[in-house]
Nanobody, 118 residues
């Protein structure tokens, strides 16, 4: 069984910073890519950032220059460093990992809430 455990969400003032973590555990041969998504009330889940095993990164236009995704392969963990937070960043943040076990498939974390006050 593979599990993703997220942490780091909370309440922060506009302009502040927060770092989210996503740790994968279980029967894992390799993690091919990890991504962050977010979903605000009444809206669809949207892509935020991703990182591959080769450290290639992609970001949504709305977070470019403010958010940084990184990974620690030894810990099977991905991070999302969020800076200059805005009220519109308020959402549930979800980790997704493309994991190789006996085959390749994606897994979702449970989500962690980020609330940015104005």
């Amino acid at each position: 069984q593979v599990q993703l455990v997220e942490s780091g969400g909370g309440l922060v003032q506009a302009g502040g910073s927060l770092r989210l973590s996503c740790a994968a555990s279980g029967s894992i041969f390799s993690i091919n890519a990890m991504s962050w998504y977010r979903q605000a009330p009444g809206k669809q889940r949207e892509f935020v950032a991703s990182i591959t095993s080769a450290d290639s990164t992609n970001y949504a236009d709305s977070v470019k220059g403010r958010f940084t995704i990184s990974r620690d392969n030894a810990k099977n963990t991905a991070y999302l460093q969020m800076r200059s937070l805005k009220p519109e960043d308020t959402a549930g943040y979800y980790c997704n990992a493309l994991i190789q076990t006996s085959y390749q498939r994606s897994y979702w974390g449970q989500g962690t809430q980020v609330t940015v006050s104005s």
